[in-house]
């Protein structure tokens, strides 16, 4: 089947290992409040409180930050793209229909879990929230997807 | 929708594997179709109304709720 916007299904495993080592560095580093592991590094700020378009000092200079956190949020969104994107192993019009059902699903949710947030989480507690809502939305399709297909493989052998 | 691919399979003796090999598509597309849980596009009806060798109206009925 002809299909668009996927990647092939070889690098779904690459997705997986990327995915899983970002979650773990994401998870050491939220239980460390984002201290540690401290890999700092010299990066180009160029919007950033200190330096960059916004700030005071105006001057275009490296400065100094911990990468550990913007090394797990690109890993998690990389590795989380491919799992989700790439085709299966037998991709066909099915599984592209709950395909597209469980990305709807997984929109739905994640909005509802960030409209209750918006309502009921305040101040530090809210920008975690934020945080962590650059990535549900993917987690959340990953999960509904690979269990719908997993219950459809499943239903198979009731027909037996 | 609905369908007799079941009965169809049966007369022409081949698993739901075969058929799904046949026509391309994975065991748990043809299985969701018996189950009629997945209505096919129609390039798979068609498909479908090639390898059983008769015509799609045949093989597959519009439902009262559709």
Redesign the interface.
């Known amino acids: 089947?002809k299909t668009r916007y996927l990647f092939p299904h070889r690098y779904k495993l690459f997705g997986w290992i990327i995915f899983g080592l970002g979650m773990v560095l994401g998870v050491i580093l939220s239980l460390n409040e984002f201290e540690y592991p401290n890999w700092s590094a010299n990066v180009f700020p160029l919007i950033g409180e200190k330096e960059g378009f916004f700030a005071q000092n105006k001057s275009r200079t490296w400065s100094e930050n911990n990468i550990a956190d913007e090394i797990a949020s690109l890993m998690i969104i990389v590795g989380g793209i491919l799992v989700a994107f790439c085709k299966?192993k037998?991709e066909?019009?099915?599984?592209a229909?709950i395909r597209t059902e469980s990305l709807i699903w997984a929109t739905y949710v994640n909005y509802i879990v960030l409209i209750l947030s918006i309502i009921i989480v305040y101040d530090m507690p809210f920008f975690h929230v934020l945080i962590y809502n650059m990535f549900t939305i993917l987690l959340f399709f990953i999960l509904r997807f690979h269990y719908m297909?997993f219950k459809?493989?499943k239903?198979?052998h009731y027909?037996e | 929708m609905k369908n007799n691919l079941k009965v169809e399979r049966a007369i022409k003796n081949i698993t739901?594997a075969q058929l799904a090999e046949l026509i391309?598509?994975?065991?748990?597309?043809i299985?969701?179709m018996?189950?009629n849980k997945?209505v096919?596009?129609t390039v798979?009806a068609l498909k479908i109304s090639n390898i059983f060798e008769k015509r799609v109206n045949d093989i597959f009925f519009l439902d009262p709720d559709d």
């Open positions: 089947m299966l037998d066909d019009e099915y599984s229909t297909i459809t493989k239903m198979i027909e | 739901q391309g598509v994975s065991r748990q597309t299985n969701a018996e189950l997945y096919p596009s798979l």
